[in-house]
Each structure stands twice: as structure tokens, then as C-alpha cells.
């Protein structure tokens, strides 16, 4: 997430400097805000489904997901989503089940965040749903 402080005022509802660092470059390197949703940077082929913006904040130790996202492709293995910034990732690799549709169908799906930040999605098809998927930092 690349955030220039002479042009953001606010990140998803945080200040800059309200818990959040940014190098020389503008470019956030750490956050530990608490509240203020901040929104995800999604990888290429991935976008936004509808009006559910992809998104995270941190409440104390737990880090909340939300929104939909899509993928170009039917069928998803493995494919890097969006990277979780310092301060917003698992100690250890997490797994959490969730939602995928499409078609007229509602499937499952799995979504895997290391310590590397990387969030990763199978699923068997393009609509992601994150609602409700929350991991502890520590």
C-alpha cells in the first residue's frame, strides 16, 4: 500500500501518523491503528466486487477482514490477492474458510495469510467474500 502524506489525509478512516509509518518514499511500512479500516491494495487480475471494498483494520491483537473481491478466472488456486502490511500479519500461516460465488452457485473456498503478509485465495470460483474472516497478530 503506497501512501503519499502531502496528498492523504485520511487512510481508511486513520490519520496519518495515527499509529501508521511511512518511509521517506511515502510508502506505509508499518500500522497499528486501531479502528480505522484501511483499503487493501488488490494484486493484479483481482478487483473489487460491486461496493464491497476490500479492506482490514486491527482490533488490539486481531486483525478483520471485509468486503468481495473478484478474479478474471473461474477457478482460483492459489493466487495472491493482496499483501497485509507489517503490523497486520499472522505470527503463524492462517486458514480460513469462506465464501466464494458465482454462477448462480455459493461455494467454499479457502484463504491462506502468512507472516509474509501475502493473503492467498483458492476457490472454485471468481466472487470472494472476506466478512467475517479475523486472525490474531500475536
Not at 492459489?78 to 448462480?104: E, H, K, Q, S
Amino acid at each position: 500500500v503506497a501512501v503519499k502524506p502531502a496528498t492523504a489525509s485520511v487512510i481508511g478512516g486513520v490519520k496519518p501518523g495515527a499509529g501508521l509509518s511511512v518511509d521517506g518514499s511515502g510508502v506505509l511500512t508499518s500500522a497499528t491503528a486501531v479502528g480505522g479500516w484501511i483499503t487493501a491494495s488488490l494484486s493484479a487480475g483481482w478487483s473489487t466486487y460491486t461496493t464491497h471494498t476490500v479492506r482490514y483494520r486491527k482490533e488490539g491483537d486481531i486483525i478483520r477482514l471485509s468486503g468481495a473481491m473478484e478474479y478474471t478466472s473461474s477457478t482460483i488456486n492459489d493466487v495472491p490477492a493482496f499483501t497485509l502490511p507489517a503490523g497486520f500479519r499472522p505470527v503463524l500461516a492462517g486458514y480460513a474458510a469462506l465464501t466464494a460465488a458465482g454462477g448462480g452457485n455459493t461455494r467454499a473456498g479457502l484463504i491462506v495469510s502468512d507472516s509474509t503478509g501475502v493473503v492467498t485465495v483458492t476457490a472454485t470460483n471468481a466472487i470472494v467474500f472476506l466478512d467475517g474472516i479475523t486472525f490474531p497478530t500475536t
